[in-house]
């Protein structure tokens, strides 16, 4: 098990705290598409925004568990998901990488307004025709004296519509090469820039999704995340970021729904006993708890190897996959248990079940990270064209 010290306690009894307060309301947003701009500004009175970065810009400096634990605490009581994912996207999207990446001027000019919140931050990676193959990618990069021109389009930006700062990843190479791809650092009221309509969504409707266009964007080299060509690296630091700081809110989620499940078994009596006495009604919920605690653990595990140094590609694409078909598979027992009422949006277990669907789609698909595992195992459709040639040969 593990140990939280007294200060880490208390910042997730703050974030527990906060998140009662600016997920009131969230049903009539999540059915209208509304993002909760007050709900926003609560969190950047907070500090929220500033919880992994350096105190040079603004931020508290906590580590990556740290964050983590704070945003579980978030998850936990703030039933606007959709919010905690916009919360979370603009940290570990922007943030992020320019902190990691940026250089001194750049960061000395941005960061501190992402660390408050100031600044909705985005990244911009898919693309319509792309899907999961980023090295397919369409949107260029070419130099321009001390400038990059980009053009192209991009899919499913979330924060898109409110953002004002977006990381666009753009090919500077050639395609299919790993050192083609560069991330640049683009404020969306630069000449050039639009983005399309909110897109209306199954889940997550009060986090805003849209397309982004680039016409003749010009931004100075100076606006280069990292190096030309290192985008790759970049986009492989953020996305673990992305799959652990996002999924620890949803671990607060399943933590929330377990409870709920707990004390409405224990209180609903049909034919003379409450129903949590029924195996298949207490069977649903001890798995509940199962898939919750392996989702714990692989989250955390994977965090403190990382935190370490230590390759975790492997972990990451496990934990990616057991924490999002956890959720599914909690979301849909919860909806089974609380019944007709689980079926209605007014107690928000529906709610819960579609955006438990997102997480399996988003960060890299399950069968993505499937694919990924197969081929860390040597089983890929390559490996196996090789084992085939080394067979026959």
């Known amino acids: 098990m593990r140990h939280w010290t007294d200060e880490q306690r208390a910042l997730r009894t703050t974030a527990e705290a906060i998140g009662a307060d600016v997920g009131a309301g969230h049903l009539e947003r999540d059915a209208h598409g509304e993002f909760a701009w007050d709900g926003w500004r609560h969190l950047r009175e907070t500090g929220l925004f500033g919880t992994p970065f350096d105190g040079a810009w603004g931020g508290s400096g906590l580590d990556l568990p740290t964050v983590m634990y704070v945003f579980e605490g978030l998850g936990y009581r703030c039933p606007d998901a959709g919010l905690v994912f916009s919360a979370?996207?603009?940290?570990?999207?922007?943030?992020?990488?320019?902190?990691?990446?940026?250089?001194?001027?750049?960061?000395?000019?941005?960061?501190?307004?992402?660390?408050?919140?100031?600044?909705?931050?985005?990244?911009?990676?898919?693309?319509?025709?792309?899907?999961?193959?980023?090295?397919?990618?369409?949107?260029?990069?070419?130099?321009?004296?001390?400038?990059?021109?980009?053009?192209?389009?991009?899919?499913?930006?979330?924060?898109?519509?409110?953002?004002?700062?977006?990381?666009?990843?753009?090919?500077?190479?050639?395609?299919?090469?790993?050192?083609?791809?560069?991330?640049?650092?683009?404020?969306?009221?630069?000449?050039?820039?639009?983005?399309?309509?909110?897109?209306?969504?199954?889940?997550?409707?009060?986090?805003?999704?849209?397309?982004?266009?680039?016409?003749?964007?010009?931004?100075?080299?100076?606006?280069?995340?990292?190096?030309?060509?290192?985008?790759?690296?970049?986009?492989?630091?953020?996305?673990?970021?992305?799959?652990?700081?996002?999924?620890?809110?949803?671990?607060?989620?399943?933590?929330?729904?377990?409870?709920?499940?707990?004390?409405?078994?224990?209180?609903?009596?049909?034919?003379?006993?409450?129903?949590?006495?029924?195996?298949?009604?207490?069977h649903r919920i001890v798995d509940m708890q199962i898939g919750l605690e392996t989702s714990r653990k692989w989250l955390y595990d994977t965090a403190d190897r990382f935190t370490a140094g230590q390759s975790v590609a492997t972990d990451l694409a496990i934990t990616k996959l057991v924490v999002s078909e956890a959720n599914v598979s909690s979301a849909l027992a919860a909806v089974q248990i609380f019944g007709g009422h689980g079926y209605t949006a007014e107690y928000g277990l529906e709610g819960d079940l579609r955006n438990a669907v997102a997480g399996t789609i988003y960060s890299g698909t399950s069968e993505i990270q499937r694919e990924r595992l197969a081929a860390f195992l040597g089983l890929s459709r390559a490996a196996a064209a090789r084992d085939v040639k080394e067979r026959t040969t």
């Open 88 to 282: 979370c996207t603009h940290i570990v999207s922007t943030g992020v990488p320019l902190q990691r990446f940026g250089s001194k001027e750049l960061k000395a000019a941005y960061l501190p307004r992402v660390c408050a919140g100031e600044v909705i931050g985005a990244h911009a990676i898919t693309e319509p025709d792309g899907g999961s193959d980023v090295l397919a990618m369409r949107t260029t990069a070419r130099r321009a004296g001390e400038e990059f021109v980009l053009d192209g389009s991009k899919a499913f930006v979330t924060n898109g519509p409110i953002a004002g700062l977006v990381v666009v990843y753009a090919r500077t190479g050639a395609p299919g090469r790993l050192d083609g791809i560069t991330a640049f650092l683009v404020p969306t009221d630069t000449k050039g820039v639009a983005h399309g309509r909110p897109l209306t969504k199954m889940g997550l409707r009060t986090s805003p999704l849209s397309e982004l266009f680039l016409t003749d964007v010009r931004i100075p080299r100076s606006h280069v995340l990292g190096t030309v060509g290192s985008g790759f690296l970049v986009l492989d630091e953020v996305m673990k970021w992305e799959i652990l700081c996002g999924f620890a809110g949803i671990l607060g989620e399943m933590q929330h729904r377990l409870e709920r499940c707990v004390e409405h078994a224990r209180a609903r009596s049909q034919f003379g006993r409450h129903i949590g006495a029924n195996q298949a009604v207490s």
